[in-house]
Protein backbone atom coordinates (compact mmCIF):
# COMPACT_ATOMS: atom_id res chain seq x y z
CA UNK A 1 0.00 0.00 0.00
CA UNK A 2 1.63 3.35 -1.11
CA UNK A 3 1.27 6.79 -0.53
CA UNK A 4 1.28 7.78 -4.14
CA UNK A 5 -0.96 10.07 -5.37
CA UNK A 6 -4.23 9.06 -7.15
CA UNK A 7 -6.40 11.15 -9.94
CA UNK A 8 -10.21 10.65 -9.62
CA UNK A 9 -12.07 9.99 -12.81
CA UNK A 10 -14.78 12.88 -13.98
CA UNK A 11 -18.07 12.78 -13.21
CA UNK A 12 -20.00 10.73 -15.92
CA UNK A 13 -22.40 12.88 -17.94
CA UNK A 14 -26.09 12.44 -17.02
CA UNK A 15 -29.40 13.81 -17.96
CA UNK A 16 -30.90 15.42 -15.10
CA UNK A 17 -34.87 14.62 -14.97
CA UNK A 18 -37.22 17.69 -14.76
CA UNK A 19 -40.39 17.60 -12.76
CA UNK A 20 -43.71 19.00 -14.18
CA UNK A 21 -42.54 22.71 -13.36
CA UNK A 22 -38.79 22.71 -14.61
CA UNK A 23 -37.51 21.74 -10.98
CA UNK A 24 -35.47 18.95 -10.32
CA UNK A 25 -36.93 15.88 -9.09
CA UNK A 26 -35.94 15.32 -5.39
CA UNK A 27 -34.28 12.02 -6.43
CA UNK A 28 -32.22 14.25 -9.22
CA UNK A 29 -31.49 17.25 -6.83
CA UNK A 30 -30.19 14.25 -4.73
CA UNK A 31 -27.77 13.56 -7.13
CA UNK A 32 -27.20 16.99 -8.43
CA UNK A 33 -25.63 17.74 -5.35
CA UNK A 34 -23.44 14.32 -4.89
CA UNK A 35 -22.34 15.69 -8.84
CA UNK A 36 -21.06 18.76 -7.04
CA UNK A 37 -19.37 17.71 -4.90
CA UNK A 38 -17.64 14.92 -6.49
CA UNK A 39 -16.59 17.48 -8.97
CA UNK A 40 -15.48 20.17 -6.63
CA UNK A 41 -13.33 17.14 -4.60
CA UNK A 42 -11.65 16.19 -8.39
CA UNK A 43 -11.13 20.20 -8.61
CA UNK A 44 -9.91 20.84 -4.71
CA UNK A 45 -7.21 18.30 -5.06
CA UNK A 46 -6.35 19.04 -8.67
CA UNK A 47 -5.92 22.78 -8.64
CA UNK A 48 -6.07 23.82 -4.56
CA UNK A 49 -8.34 26.03 -2.89
CA UNK A 50 -7.24 29.20 -4.72
CA UNK A 51 -7.26 28.06 -8.23
CA UNK A 52 -10.85 26.51 -7.91
CA UNK A 53 -13.69 28.76 -9.26
CA UNK A 54 -17.67 28.52 -8.81
CA UNK A 55 -17.62 28.61 -12.57
CA UNK A 56 -14.99 25.87 -12.73
CA UNK A 57 -16.87 23.82 -10.59
CA UNK A 58 -20.49 24.31 -12.32
CA UNK A 59 -19.29 24.14 -16.03
CA UNK A 60 -17.85 20.61 -15.01
CA UNK A 61 -20.86 19.81 -12.86
CA UNK A 62 -23.03 20.84 -15.76
CA UNK A 63 -25.19 23.00 -13.20
CA UNK A 64 -25.40 27.06 -13.46
CA UNK A 65 -23.68 29.01 -10.91
CA UNK A 66 -27.05 30.03 -9.54
CA UNK A 67 -27.57 26.76 -8.37
CA UNK A 68 -23.92 26.27 -6.84
CA UNK A 69 -24.54 29.58 -4.90
CA UNK A 70 -27.87 29.11 -3.89
CA UNK A 71 -27.00 25.29 -2.42
CA UNK A 72 -23.66 26.40 -0.74
CA UNK A 73 -23.47 29.94 -0.85
CA UNK A 74 -19.78 30.91 -1.86
CA UNK A 75 -16.60 28.87 -2.59
CA UNK A 76 -15.96 28.44 1.33
CA UNK A 77 -19.60 26.68 1.78
CA UNK A 78 -18.60 24.57 -0.99
CA UNK A 79 -15.11 23.70 0.25
CA UNK A 80 -16.71 23.42 3.79
CA UNK A 81 -19.11 20.53 2.34
CA UNK A 82 -16.14 18.82 0.33
CA UNK A 83 -14.22 18.74 3.41
CA UNK A 84 -16.98 17.49 5.60
CA UNK A 85 -17.63 14.53 3.30
CA UNK A 86 -13.90 13.82 2.88
CA UNK A 87 -13.51 13.68 6.97
CA UNK A 88 -15.99 10.90 7.26
CA UNK A 89 -14.64 9.08 4.60
CA UNK A 90 -11.25 9.50 6.67
CA UNK A 91 -12.92 8.25 9.91
CA UNK A 92 -14.83 4.91 8.85
CA UNK A 93 -11.59 3.35 8.62
CA UNK A 94 -10.96 4.33 12.11
CA UNK A 95 -14.32 3.40 13.30
CA UNK A 96 -14.73 0.36 11.66
CA UNK A 97 -11.45 -0.67 13.27
CA UNK A 98 -11.79 0.31 16.53
CA UNK A 99 -15.65 -1.63 16.37
CA UNK A 100 -13.38 -4.95 15.20
CA UNK A 101 -11.22 -4.67 18.03
CA UNK A 102 -14.07 -4.42 20.56
CA UNK A 103 -15.54 -7.58 19.06
CA UNK A 104 -12.43 -9.37 18.92
CA UNK A 105 -11.41 -12.47 21.67
CA UNK A 106 -10.03 -10.62 24.61
CA UNK A 107 -6.62 -12.94 25.18
CA UNK A 108 -5.62 -10.88 21.61
CA UNK A 109 -2.48 -8.66 23.47
CA UNK A 110 -3.56 -4.75 23.58
CA UNK A 111 -0.97 -4.06 22.12
CA UNK A 112 -1.92 -5.83 18.57
CA UNK A 113 -4.85 -4.60 18.90
CA UNK A 114 -3.33 -0.80 19.08
CA UNK A 115 -0.77 -1.55 15.89
CA UNK A 116 -4.32 -2.17 13.95
CA UNK A 117 -5.78 0.76 15.06
CA UNK A 118 -2.55 2.50 14.34
CA UNK A 119 -2.20 0.43 10.57
CA UNK A 120 -5.66 1.77 10.06
CA UNK A 121 -4.95 5.74 10.96
CA UNK A 122 -1.64 5.52 8.74
CA UNK A 123 -4.04 5.03 5.71
CA UNK A 124 -6.51 7.78 6.40
CA UNK A 125 -4.35 10.11 7.82
CA UNK A 126 -1.20 9.88 5.48
CA UNK A 127 -3.12 9.28 2.01
CA UNK A 128 -2.77 11.55 -0.64
CA UNK A 129 -6.20 13.15 -0.93
CA UNK A 130 -6.26 13.59 3.07
CA UNK A 131 -2.23 15.33 3.05
CA UNK A 132 -3.39 18.05 0.12
CA UNK A 133 -7.15 18.68 2.25
CA UNK A 134 -4.90 18.89 5.21
CA UNK A 135 -2.73 21.57 3.25
CA UNK A 136 -5.76 23.55 2.11
CA UNK A 137 -6.99 23.69 5.15
CA UNK A 138 -4.12 24.63 7.03
CA UNK A 139 -3.62 27.73 4.85
CA UNK A 140 -7.30 28.82 4.86
CA UNK A 141 -7.92 28.57 8.58
CA UNK A 142 -6.51 31.91 9.41
CA UNK A 143 -8.92 33.73 6.86
CA UNK A 144 -11.94 31.44 7.08
CA UNK A 145 -11.62 30.10 10.98
CA UNK A 146 -15.03 28.08 10.75
CA UNK A 147 -13.03 25.72 8.05
CA UNK A 148 -10.35 25.26 10.77
CA UNK A 149 -13.29 24.70 13.62
CA UNK A 150 -15.21 22.28 11.08
CA UNK A 151 -11.37 20.40 10.85
CA UNK A 152 -11.14 20.05 14.53
CA UNK A 153 -14.48 19.11 15.16
CA UNK A 154 -15.60 16.89 12.41
CA UNK A 155 -12.27 15.50 12.23
CA UNK A 156 -9.99 15.40 15.28
CA UNK A 157 -12.50 16.02 18.14
CA UNK A 158 -14.48 12.76 16.59
CA UNK A 159 -11.05 10.61 15.83
CA UNK A 160 -10.75 11.23 19.87
CA UNK A 161 -13.83 10.25 20.84
CA UNK A 162 -13.55 6.91 18.73
CA UNK A 163 -10.39 6.25 20.25
CA UNK A 164 -11.68 7.42 23.43
CA UNK A 165 -14.59 4.26 23.32
CA UNK A 166 -12.34 2.02 22.79
CA UNK A 167 -10.09 2.80 25.92
CA UNK A 168 -12.80 2.72 27.43
CA UNK A 169 -13.06 -1.24 26.89
CA UNK A 170 -10.10 -1.65 27.20
CA UNK A 171 -10.31 -0.12 30.91
CA UNK A 172 -13.03 -2.17 30.95
CA UNK A 173 -11.10 -5.16 30.82
CA UNK A 174 -8.35 -4.38 32.88
CA UNK A 175 -6.08 -4.50 29.98
CA UNK A 176 -5.16 -0.78 29.86
CA UNK A 177 -5.25 1.47 33.14
CA UNK A 178 -5.37 5.32 32.10
CA UNK A 179 -7.20 7.76 34.45
CA UNK A 180 -8.66 10.15 31.15
CA UNK A 181 -9.20 8.10 27.88
CA UNK A 182 -9.73 10.98 26.59
CA UNK A 183 -6.37 12.61 26.96
CA UNK A 184 -5.02 8.90 26.46
CA UNK A 185 -6.35 8.89 23.04
CA UNK A 186 -5.05 12.50 22.19
CA UNK A 187 -1.87 11.64 23.18
CA UNK A 188 -1.86 8.13 21.32
CA UNK A 189 -3.16 9.70 18.02
CA UNK A 190 -0.37 12.67 18.66
CA UNK A 191 2.71 10.03 18.85
CA UNK A 192 1.78 6.90 16.66
CA UNK A 193 0.90 9.38 13.60
CA UNK A 194 1.12 12.89 14.24
CA UNK A 195 4.77 13.11 13.00
CA UNK A 196 4.29 10.70 10.10
CA UNK A 197 1.33 13.31 9.14
CA UNK A 198 3.30 16.62 9.48
CA UNK A 199 6.08 14.90 7.46
CA UNK A 200 3.48 13.74 4.77
CA UNK A 201 1.92 16.95 5.07
CA UNK A 202 5.58 19.00 4.95
CA UNK A 203 6.05 16.85 1.32
CA UNK A 204 8.09 14.64 3.20
CA UNK A 205 8.32 10.96 0.72
CA UNK A 206 7.71 8.06 3.13
CA UNK A 207 7.75 4.88 3.06
CA UNK A 208 5.34 2.73 4.51
CA UNK A 209 7.40 0.38 5.79
CA UNK A 210 9.42 3.04 7.91
CA UNK A 211 5.99 5.12 9.16
CA UNK A 212 4.61 1.68 10.32
CA UNK A 213 7.90 0.64 12.78
CA UNK A 214 7.64 4.04 14.05
CA UNK A 215 3.70 3.64 14.67
CA UNK A 216 5.05 0.20 16.42
CA UNK A 217 7.81 1.85 18.36
CA UNK A 218 5.40 4.48 19.52
CA UNK A 219 2.62 2.15 20.35
CA UNK A 220 5.44 0.75 22.95
CA UNK A 221 6.11 3.67 23.89
CA UNK A 222 2.43 4.58 25.00
CA UNK A 223 2.02 1.56 26.69
CA UNK A 224 5.14 1.25 28.59
CA UNK A 225 5.00 5.32 29.46
CA UNK A 226 8.04 7.88 29.20
CA UNK A 227 10.20 6.30 32.17
CA UNK A 228 9.02 2.34 31.64
CA UNK A 229 8.46 -0.18 33.87
CA UNK A 230 8.56 0.30 37.85
CA UNK A 231 12.01 -1.43 38.24
CA UNK A 232 13.76 0.84 35.52
CA UNK A 233 12.92 3.42 36.97
CA UNK A 234 14.32 2.74 40.58
CA UNK A 235 17.62 1.40 38.71
CA UNK A 236 18.36 4.92 37.02
CA UNK A 237 16.95 7.01 40.10
CA UNK A 238 19.93 4.97 41.83
CA UNK A 239 22.41 5.37 38.93
CA UNK A 240 21.46 9.44 38.96
CA UNK A 241 22.43 9.26 42.71
CA UNK A 242 25.84 7.35 42.32
CA UNK A 243 26.90 10.22 38.96
CA UNK A 244 29.52 12.38 40.55
CA UNK A 245 28.74 16.34 40.23
CA UNK A 246 30.74 18.49 37.73
Not at 10 to 35: L, N, Y
Not at 45 to 58: Q, Y
Not at 181 to 190: C, K, M, N, P, S
Not at 191 to 220: N, S
Amino acid sequence: MGLTATRRPAAPRREVPKSRGGRPTKSAAIERDQRLIEVATRLFLDRGFDATSLDAVAEAARVSKPTVYARYGDKRGLFAAVLRREIARWLAPLSAAAETQLSSASDIPVEQRLIEIGREMLTFTCGPDAVAFSRMMTAQAINFPDVAKLGKEEGWLKAVATTARFFDHLVAQGALDVEDTTIAAEVFLDVVVGHTHRMATFGTALDIKTAEKRTRAAIKLFLAGALGPADRVQNTKAVQRRRPSR
